[in-house]
């Protein structure tokens, strides 16, 4: 079975791609594409979803390369191959064949990319690391690569929507208490309850931060169980684990 993999006209012509879960070798929970090896998945399943996703980026395996995600707003610059998987949540680079990715389930994962400066990023963005500045902070070091931000594209991929997002009052704090402005980001849920609409937030960040070009693909994650995985639908479903999605960039 071919990959799922969705792609931003905007991003062109730089190479990348948000997969779905179609086309891996995973099974049960993690049916499909799953390329978490913090899952408890067969490592032997993740490794060959892993080999496929960087043989449709055209690198070898050892150019995927990816961080140990902490929900932070720490973000790592590559120059090449990486031995070890640092604690961070966003990648950038300005070398060419080397592949940044992010793993996500529900999460806003992030490409970016200044073409003519030849400088890309990659940005895990769950809600914590959103608020934190990890998509001010990876815009900051592509800038330090010798990127414009008002010349960076920015692409949302597959994520939770509002509506599939509901949170409580103190989550509602947590953001308040930053910005009085987020009040836009909640609608009224049952009870105590919000929905709170996370790439909203993420693209309203962006845009803060000067990207030229911003844009959500307007997937679900939450919504399309048969496309993509999901940590909240797993808990609601009382799964014991959950598959995770990559995103990968490369110059």
């Known amino acids: 079975m071919s990959l799922d993999i969705i792609t931003a006209p ?3 012509p730089v190479r990348h791609g948000f997969f779905g879960r179609r086309g891996g070798a995973s099974s ?6 799953n390329c978490g090896h913090g899952s408890t998945d067969q490592f032997e399943a993740v ?3 892993r080999e496929r996703v960087a043989q449709a980026m055209d690198v070898a395996p050892d150019a995927l390369l990816g961080v140990h995600q902490t929900h932070s707003a720490d973000v790592i610059t590559v120059t090449e191959l990486l031995q070890t998987r640092p604690r961070a949540d966003a990648l950038v680079t300005a070398t060419p064949g080397l ?14 990319a200044d073409a003519g400066a030849g400088v890309i990023g990659a940005a895990h963005a769950g809600w914590k690391g959103a608020l934190h500045g990890v998509l001010d902070a990876t815009i900051d070091a592509m ?11 920015a ?8 509506r599939a997002y509901e949170v409580g009052p103190e989550f509602h704090d947590n953001f308040m208490a930053q910005d009085e402005g987020s009040a836009r980001f909640f609608a009224q849920g049952v009870g105590d309850r919000m929905l709170f609409d996370l790439p909203g ?5 962006l845009r803060k931060a000067g990207v030229g070009h911003v844009e959500w693909t307007r997937h679900c994650t939450y919504s399309d169980p048969a496309r993509f995985f999901s940590y909240r639908r797993s808990v609601h479903a009382r799964e014991a ?3 995770r999605l990559i995103a990968t960039i490369r110059l």
């Open 99 to 112: 592949v940044l990715s992010v793993l996500t389930a529900d999460c806003q994962p992030v490409l970016l």
């Open 10 to 12: 905007a991003l062109r």
């Open 28 to 33: 049960g929970v993690f049916l499909g594409l």
């Open 143 to 153: 800038t330090t690569l010798g990127a414009r931000p008002g010349q960076i594209v």
């Open 201 to 205: 937030y993420g693209l309203y960040r």
């Open 47 to 49: 490794t060959i979803n």
């Open 241 to 243: 684990d959950y598959g």
């Open 155 to 162: 692409v949302i991929g597959p994520t939770i929507s509002q």
